[in-house]
Structures are given as structure tokens and as C-alpha cells.
């Protein structure tokens, strides 16, 4: 006589009440025997425990992770969109968390977690279990968790109590949704609401999933407006050119088009570069950094030369700024004193700098390459046609000028960095 097969777990009819937790309690010490349970936990959270038991994730570890440094989380804050709506995400999540004693959860796109806020008690709880700035809730990390399960099927997940792989999270509830960035699609980060079991309510997730749609609805308003805005620079720019070209953002989305018909997205490679690129839906262009984007133009007759002359205008305190002569005229930007150190010390030294060279002229300090990096990653987003890289320095066939101040003690007055005070020392003492 054959057997009968054996049936699959029945899922649990309400997920949340004290009898379902136990029930998952029981269905997960069964998993991590090997053995079968009459009830099994939700399909998400069943899969999510699978990929923890792949992972190796020891279910009675703890939680704890090295954390990132205090740089490397200010540098992860600003290089992620997801930095831009913090207000929103602070006004929507924040001041409920607080309001119903739970804490709001914001990570990078590797479920690093980069800002929480909160009720202070469960601020000051959630140490206990590294559930703080710099520290890794991805589930390879940590198992299963909001966080770490919302990374992985980048879809919204609530996981209360028991659902959690590590044991040492049962007493805590989370809810998180994904946000991606509306310019292309790639996931930005997390936002999640956490805290004690006892403060789980089943409208958390529905929350949650709302004010992070409102972000990334704040990120498209965001980025159209700078369509805009590199619309307004584009304009004058291809009417003087003949031939094709547009004007896209970094993301490939068009501003204005001359002498082809509109598109609807360009295509860019991953590491974009000024100079002659071939691009699939085009053929071979000629690209051209602008403010906020690109000029691309078909290469239908001989290429443009490089830009030959950078203007560092370091004569005024308030109106730092540097300015670009290139094949569609000249360009002006404003900088920040930082950056008007780092460009500084790139003209004093056009054999090139490398990170920990420049960490030294502009900190007293060589070990300060991460921060330098991020700098220079920001600048040569709007300079990169003239700036080189390994070393870092002036392309060598621009012609860089330098317009210092009159009195040579108001060259970058509130500077500290060394390079700085040594060229005013060294100006006074002539």
C-alpha cells in the first residue's frame, strides 16, 4: 500500500495574535531541527528563514556589527538620494515613532543603517541589539528582519516577534518598504519603523509603504525640476551648434534635442567620460560635461578640441567660484570653501596629488583619504572634463590661472588647511 504523501504546512491564520506567535515560535524551532511543523510561518517569512539557513546565519548569535566609521556614514548620507526627503521621512515617520514608543529606520541600498530617530527609551533599547547608526541589518547580517527582508525582495515586509531568525530580536517588531530612486529605478535605501513586540499595530506596514511612496514622489518632483533647470542651460547651448545633439541629465533623460527627434531615455555607460564615446543608439558622439548632465553630440564631421582654460576666481571670500572655457563657450560655478582648497592645492601642484597627498594639504592629516575621495567624487562631477585622476590633477593640456586677492591674508581667510596658510604665510613674507 503506497503512502500517503506528506502535507505541506498550513499557514497561520491571523499572523499577528499572541497564539499565531507562538505557533511561528514552535514552527521555527522545528525548521532549525529539521522537522516538520503543523503550521508553518507566512510564505515571505518561510523564505526569508531559508535564505538566513543558506546565508549561515547562526539563529542564537547576536546582532552585534562592526560599525562604520563616523566619515563613511557622512559620506554614505551624502552620496545617497535618499538624503533629500530625510525632512519628509522625519516629518511622516518620525514623530509617530516617537509618538507610539518605536523608532524610525533609515539605510543605504546595503541595509547600512544611516539615520534613526525616535522615542528616546527605545533609542537607548535598540543599542542593546546594534540597531544604530553604522551597523549592518541585511540578512546575511542579521537574518531575517524588516530591514534586511525588505532589501532582498525589495517589497514592503513587516516581521513581528517570533518571525525573526535571531532569537535575541522575538521581543521587537518591524516594518520597512523600499525606496528607489524614480530617474532609474535602483533601490536607494530602507525606511522602517521598529520597537518593542508590544508596540506592534497592523496598520505600521501600510504606513510605512505610504511615506515611502511620498519619497520617492518627492525624488521625481525633484528630478524633474532639475530637468528644468538643465533645460534653461541647454537652450542657449544648442542653438548655437549645428548638427545633432541633446542635452540629457546624469541618468540619461533628455532636456532638449537639436536636429534629431526627441528620446525618450539615452542609454549611458556606467562610467561616463568626457571625450568621443559610443553609445548603442547613437554611434560615436562626442560628450561634453554640462551642470546637472551631459552634451551629446553625433560625431557627423571632425570633433571639437578639449577645454583649454580653467579661471579658479579665489578674490573674493563670498564669490568663490571657477569658471570653464570649452567648445560651447564658458561656464561658471560657484564653489564651496572646500572645494576651492582642493582645487587650489590641484593648481599649485599640477604634477598631480594623490589622496593621501591632498588629505595632508588640506587636514594636516594623510590618513583622511575616504573624505578626500568623496570631495573630489563630488567636484568631478562638474569638472571632470578638466580633472584627471590617478594622480588627481589638471589635465594637462588645460591651462589653469589662478585670480588671488588682493592682500594675500584674504585668500580663503577662514581657511585652516595647511596648503592655504602656507601660500598666505609665503605671499607675506615677500
Given at each position: 500500500?503506497?503512502?500517503?504523501?506528506?502535507?505541506?504546512?498550513?499557514?497561520?491564520?491571523?499572523?499577528?495574535?499572541?497564539?499565531?506567535?507562538?505557533?511561528?515560535?514552535?514552527?521555527?524551532?522545528?525548521?532549525?531541527?529539521?522537522?516538520?511543523?503543523?503550521?508553518?510561518?507566512?510564505?515571505?517569512?518561510?523564505?526569508?528563514?531559508?535564505?538566513?539557513?543558506?546565508?549561515?546565519?547562526?539563529?542564537?548569535?547576536?546582532?552585534?556589527?562592526?560599525?562604520?566609521?563616523?566619515?563613511?556614514?557622512?559620506?554614505?548620507?551624502?552620496?545617497?538620494?535618499?538624503?533629500?526627503?530625510?525632512?519628509?521621512?522625519?516629518?511622516?515617520?518620525?514623530?509617530?515613532?516617537?509618538?507610539?514608543?518605536?523608532?524610525?529606520?533609515?539605510?543605504?541600498?546595503?541595509?547600512?543603517?544611516?539615520?534613526?530617530?525616535?522615542?528616546?527609551?527605545?533609542?537607548?533599547?535598540?543599542?542593546?541589539?546594534?540597531?544604530?547608526?553604522?551597523?549592518?541589518?541585511?540578512?546575511?547580517?542579521?537574518?531575517?528582519?524588516?530591514?534586511?527582508?525588505?532589501?532582498a525582495t525589495r517589497?514592503?515586509?513587516?516581521?513581528?516577534?517570533?518571525?525573526?531568525?535571531?532569537?535575541?530580536?522575538?521581543?521587537?517588531?518591524?516594518?520597512?518598504?523600499?525606496?528607489?530612486?524614480?530617474?532609474?529605478?535602483?533601490?536607494?535605501?530602507?525606511?522602517?519603523?521598529?520597537?518593542?513586540?508590544?508596540?506592534?499595530?497592523?496598520?505600521?506596514?501600510?504606513?510605512?509603504?505610504?511615506?515611502?511612496?511620498?519619497?520617492?514622489?518627492?525624488?521625481?518632483?525633484?528630478h524633474l525640476v532639475?530637468?528644468?533647470?538643465?533645460?534653461?542651460?541647454?537652450?542657449?547651448?544648442?542653438?548655437?551648434?549645428?548638427?545633432?545633439?541633446?542635452?540629457?541629465?546624469?541618468?540619461?533623460?533628455?532636456?532638449?534635442?537639436?536636429?534629431?527627434?526627441?528620446?525618450?531615455?539615452?542609454?549611458?555607460?556606467?562610467?561616463?567620460?568626457?571625450?568621443q564615446v559610443w553609445?548603442?543608439?547613437?554611434?560615436?558622439?562626442?560628450?561634453?560635461?554640462?551642470?546637472?548632465?551631459?552634451?551629446?553630440?553625433?560625431?557627423?564631421?571632425?570633433?571639437?578640441?578639449?577645454?583649454?582654460?580653467?579661471?579658479?576666481?579665489?578674490?573674493?571670500?563670498?564669490?568663490?567660484?571657477?569658471?570653464?572655457?570649452?567648445?560651447?563657450?564658458?561656464?561658471?560655478?560657484?564653489?564651496?570653501?572646500?572645494?576651492?582648497?582642493?582645487?587650489?592645492?590641484?593648481?599649485?601642484?599640477?604634477?598631480?596629488?594623490?589622496?593621501?597627498?591632498?588629505?595632508?594639504?588640506?587636514?594636516?592629516?594623510?590618513?583622511?583619504?575616504?573624505?578626500?575621495?568623496?570631495?573630489?567624487?563630488?567636484?568631478?562631477?562638474?569638472?571632470?572634463?578638466?580633472?584627471?585622476?590617478?594622480?588627481?590633477?589638471?589635465?594637462?593640456?588645460?591651462?589653469?590661472?589662478?585670480?588671488?586677492?588682493?592682500?594675500?591674508?584674504?585668500?580663503?581667510?577662514?581657511?585652516?588647511?595647511?596648503?592655504?596658510?602656507?601660500?598666505?604665510?609665503?605671499?607675506?613674507?615677500?
Open positions: 500500500m503506497e503512502a500517503s504523501p506528506v502535507a505541506a504546512p498550513r499557514p497561520v491564520a491571523d499572523p499577528y495574535s499572541a497564539a499565531t506567535t507562538r505557533l511561528v515560535h514552535r514552527a521555527r524551532e522545528a525548521r532549525l531541527a529539521g522537522e516538520r511543523a503543523a503550521a508553518g510561518p507566512r510564505a515571505e517569512i518561510d523564505a526569508s528563514w531559508n535564505r538566513a539557513l543558506r546565508s549561515g546565519v547562526d539563529p542564537e548569535q547576536s546582532t552585534e556589527s562592526r560599525l562604520l566609521a563616523t566619515e563613511e556614514i557622512e559620506h554614505r548620507r551624502r552620496s545617497t538620494p535618499i538624503g533629500g526627503v530625510m525632512p519628509l521621512l522625519r516629518d511622516g515617520l518620525a514623530v509617530i515613532a516617537d509618538a507610539t514608543r518605536q523608532i524610525m529606520v533609515v539605510t543605504d541600498d546595503e541595509g547600512r543603517v544611516l539615520w534613526r530617530q525616535g522615542h528616546p527609551a527605545v533609542m537607548h533599547r535598540a543599542k542593546d541589539i546594534c540597531l544604530e547608526e553604522g551597523a549592518a541589518w541585511s540578512e546575511s547580517a542579521t537574518g531575517t528582519n524588516a530591514i534586511g527582508t525588505a532589501l517589497a514592503p515586509v513587516q516581521v513581528h516577534s517570533a518571525e525573526h531568525f535571531v532569537r535575541v530580536l522575538h521581543t521587537w517588531t518591524c516594518a520597512a518598504a523600499p525606496v528607489r530612486d524614480p530617474r532609474d529605478g535602483r533601490l536607494v535605501g530602507i525606511v522602517d519603523v521598529s520597537g518593542p513586540a508590544s508596540a506592534f499595530h497592523p496598520t505600521t506596514l501600510a504606513l510605512v509603504g505610504s511615506v515611502a511612496a511620498l519619497a520617492e514622489s518627492e525624488l521625481r518632483n525633484r532639475a530637468i528644468e533647470r538643465l533645460r534653461s542651460v541647454a537652450a542657449p547651448i544648442l542653438c548655437r551648434l549645428g548638427g545633432r545633439a541633446l542635452v540629457v541629465d546624469a541618468h540619461g533623460w533628455p532636456a532638449a534635442v537639436s536636429g534629431m527627434p526627441p528620446v525618450d531615455r539615452l542609454p549611458l555607460p556606467r562610467s561616463m567620460r568626457p571625450g553609445l548603442a543608439s547613437l554611434g560615436m558622439c562626442r560628450v561634453e560635461p554640462l551642470p546637472g548632465g551631459w552634451l551629446v553630440r553625433v560625431a557627423d564631421g571632425s570633433p571639437d578640441g578639449p577645454p583649454r582654460r580653467v579661471v579658479l576666481d579665489l578674490s573674493r571670500e563670498r564669490g568663490l567660484a571657477v569658471h570653464v572655457t570649452g567648445p560651447v563657450g564658458t561656464w561658471s560655478r560657484r564653489l564651496s570653501p572646500r572645494h576651492a582648497e582642493l582645487l587650489y592645492a590641484l593648481a599649485l601642484h599640477r604634477e598631480g596629488r594623490t589622496a593621501a597627498e591632498l588629505a595632508q594639504d588640506l587636514f594636516g592629516d594623510p590618513t583622511r583619504t575616504v573624505t578626500v575621495r568623496a570631495e573630489i567624487s563630488r567636484v568631478r562631477r562638474h569638472l571632470a572634463e578638466v580633472l584627471a585622476h590617478r594622480p588627481y590633477r589638471f589635465d594637462e593640456e588645460v591651462e589653469v590661472e589662478v585670480v588671488h586677492p588682493d592682500q594675500p591674508a584674504d585668500l580663503l581667510p577662514r581657511s585652516t588647511a595647511p596648503v592655504v596658510v602656507r601660500a598666505r604665510a609665503s605671499a607675506g613674507a615677500v
